[in-house]
């Protein structure tokens, strides 16, 4: 079955950009998408079709997905966005998640 | 506005078995398929399957097949997960979540989770 890696923990200053990468084997053929969870919340889109944002996400998320990696940043990172990010690929008809990403801003 | 609202919490024992109803409002119900999503305590988030409430299709991940069945009642507007031979491991809040109508699209809109519990 397909698998996701994500880094467990990411950490970054305030108003500093944080990267989050999410790997898998030719990852950049598949659609990618990332959430936001968190705590006691459920998860909230944040990005869709590799690099799309729902309407209310703030600029200052983007992502882009090529090769083997996918990779959300986070441009001028605030307290607010502390949380677990979690990638996910459409790979044939599943929808794999990766296994998420405890950003700390510092 | 969309909304997806779930069923309340439930503890279960061993063996049995669980179903989580997923009530849909704000949108078509059949326009979209409806995904469910798990996470264990202090766990990542873990794919099940999706039903597409048009003509009631699904499709399972390969960990679940076998002991999870999808159905939806399009007159309420509400999708259902079963989960049988329930294990302790199973514990974990259950979400039901809006697929976006492309390829590729997401989850836009999720349930509140409903936590299930099993215990002996």
């Known amino acids: 079955s397909y698998e996701l890696t994500q880094p467990p923990s990411v950490s970054v200053s305030p108003g500093q950009t944080a990267s989050i990468t999410c790997s898998g084997d030719n990852l950049g053929d598949k659609y990618a998408c990332w959430y936001q969870q968190k705590p006691g919340q459920s998860p909230v889109l944040l990005i869709y079709?590799?690099?799309k944002r729902p309407s209310g996400i703030p600029e200052r998320f983007s992502a882009s997905n090529s090769g083997n990696t996918a990779t959300l940043t986070i441009s001028g990172t605030q307290a607010m966005d502390e949380a677990d990010y979690y990638c996910?690929?459409?790979?044939?008809?599943?929808?794999?998640f990766g296994g998420g990403t405890k950003l700390t801003v510092l | 506005q969309v909304q997806l609202v779930q069923s309340g919490a439930e503890v279960k024992k061993p063996g049995a078995s669980v179903k989580v109803s997923c009530k849909a409002s704000g949108y078509t119900f059949t326009g979209q398929y409806m995904y469910w999503v798990r996470q264990a305590p202090g766990q990542g988030l873990e794919w099940m399957g999706w039903?597409?409430?048009?003509?009631?299709?699904?499709n399972y991940a390969q960990k679940f097949q076998g002991r999870v069945t999808m159905t939806r009642d399009t007159s309420i507007s509400t999708a259902y997960m079963e989960l049988s031979r329930l294990r302790s491991d199973d514990t974990a809040v259950y979400y039901c979540?809006?697929?976006?109508?492309?390829?590729?699209?997401?989850?836009?809109?999720w349930g509140q989770g409903t936590l299930v519990t099993v215990s002996s």
């Open positions: 079709q590799d690099s």
């Open positions: 996910q690929a459409w790979d044939s008809s599943t929808r794999v």
């Open positions: 039903i597409n409430p048009n003509n009631g299709g699904t």
């Open positions: 979540a809006r697929g976006v109508g492309v390829e590729g699209g997401g989850f836009d809109y």
